[in-house]
């Protein structure tokens, strides 16, 4: 038995009685629960990799005090709610996925929970909280930059929850203001798979539901993406289920277009992961599927002759001890952050797409940007659109108060 978690999300977070514990959290809502782990039993978690036995696992636990039954117990619960790639997760898996493919909508599953699910409060949430120019949030503002000049195609925006990522979601959405209009629009919106995905890229036919409106998929720009790339853009299409990166991005496109503009707006969701590219650290042209994708979505956007608009969901750094580092950042570590941020950012700004994703993948393990996919997307698909730059409108760090982990994010927007 060589068991094998499943990527699901590890994180640290604070415990009952002191001190960290691990939290696992399923982005694809295949495990029917989180699953809490404390030490030293929690080291068992990084054996869990589908190559060490359950022999060696046993050997290694004993050296640390932790008894074979507490190891029987763990795997135990793992496997039950899901967690393990096992016969329970295959099983369940299959249902969900079924039940996912003959669904009209992708639902607004995190509506009343990462934001208001009521629609008069969601509206007047992001209308007063979000893009009101003197609105705020419990995150560190950063210092705006230029406003954008020239005709917009695109933006970047944080993928946090938004009670805590208020101001960067307002940096980003209220420049499109000049976007309501009763033109037609084709909104292709990037964002991370957090629970990982087989492909480069993961396609969606779904129309997203959210409290202010259904966004409408446009299937057949996504068929003929996949045609010219001949590539299998769905194989992956479950992930967008439970995946917030996107879903974020609808409300505020919601709000922004109102009723009038979702009769005329349709949208592209794409899951952007690079493939074998990031994994490798590896320039992305190098990795044919991904290039043949990103080739024949440069090809699209530029056929739509000016309809065509980018949204990418993006944060940037996740560092501190809730992602497994064994400290804190205090204000000169935060600093370091940020120019580094601004340093992957700046490449951006020059719309290089290659130069970008060397330098965010350079430190991966250490600073674990989680908006490369999209990011190095939306630079080569806003240049298709006719950008000749980007813009940076602000930087944020949220920190969390209790133990200090930091998640940082930018707000950019593309431009002519």
């Not at 982005?27 to 022999?55: C, N, Q």
């Not at 190891?71 to 329970?88: C, F, I, N, S, Y």
């Not at 505020?252 to 493939?275: K, T």
Request: aromatic share 6%.
């Amino acid at each position: 038995m060589r068991p094998r978690l499943r990527p699901v999300e590890v994180i640290r977070v604070p415990g009952q009685r002191g001190g960290l514990v691990t939290l696992l959290r399923d982005g694809e809502r295949i495990a029917t629960e989180a699953v809490l782990v404390s030490p030293p039993l929690d080291v068992v978690l990084g054996w869990l990799d589908g190559r060490t036995a359950r022999s060696v696992i046993d050997a290694r636990a004993a050296t640390q005090g932790i008894d074979a039954s507490a190891v029987d117990a763990l795997l135990d619960r793992l496997e039950r709610v899901g967690m393990l790639d096992g016969p329970t997760a295959r099983l369940r898996a299959a249902r969900l996925v079924r039940e996912f493919q003959t669904a009209a909508t992708r639902a607004a599953g995190h509506a009343g929970g990462a934001y208001p699910g009521e629609a008069a409060e969601l509206a007047r949430f992001v209308r007063e909280e979000c893009l009101a120019p003197e609105s705020t949030s419990p995150s560190n503002r950063g210092r705006a930059e230029r406003e954008p000049v020239g005709r917009l195609v695109g933006i970047a925006a944080p993928h946090m929850d938004l009670f805590r990522a208020r101001d960067g979601y307002g940096r980003s959405y209220r420049c499109m203001d000049a976007l309501r209009t009763g033109r037609e629009r084709v909104f292709f919106v990037l964002g991370t798979c957090h629970a990982g995905m087989q492909s480069a890229f993961a396609f969606t036919k779904k129309s997203f539901a959210t409290p202010l409106g259904t966004l409408r998929a446009d299937p057949v720009i996504s068929d003929r993406v996949a045609a010219r790339a001949k590539v299998d853009v769905y194989r992956d299409e479950y992930k967008h289920k439970g995946e917030h990166s996107l879903e974020f991005q609808m409300v505020f496109l919601a709000h922004l277009l109102g009723e009038d503009g979702l009769a005329q707006a349709r949208v592209v969701p794409i899951l952007c992961g690079l493939g074998r590219a990031q994994a490798r650290r590896a320039d992305p042209t190098s990795d044919d599927e991904s290039e043949r994708i990103v080739r024949a979505l440069e090809d699209e956007v530029a056929s739509l002759d000016g309809e065509a608009f980018i949204v990418a969901g993006a944060d940037l750094a996740h560092v501190g001890p809730r992602f497994g580092d064994s400290s804190r950042l205090d204000a000169t570590g935060r600093s370091a952050l940020e120019a580094r941020d601004l340093e992957t950012c700046n490449h951006l700004e020059v719309l290089d797409s290659r130069r970008f994703f060397a330098h965010a993948t350079e430190d991966l393990d250490e600073r674990r940007v989680c908006g490369v996919g999209p990011l190095y997307t939306i630079a080569r698909l806003a240049r298709a659109a006719g950008a000749e730059q980007g813009s940076m409108l602000g930087y944020s760090q949220c920190v969390d108060r209790v133990e200090g982990s930091v998640v940082s994010y930018a707000s950019m927007a593309f431009h002519g």
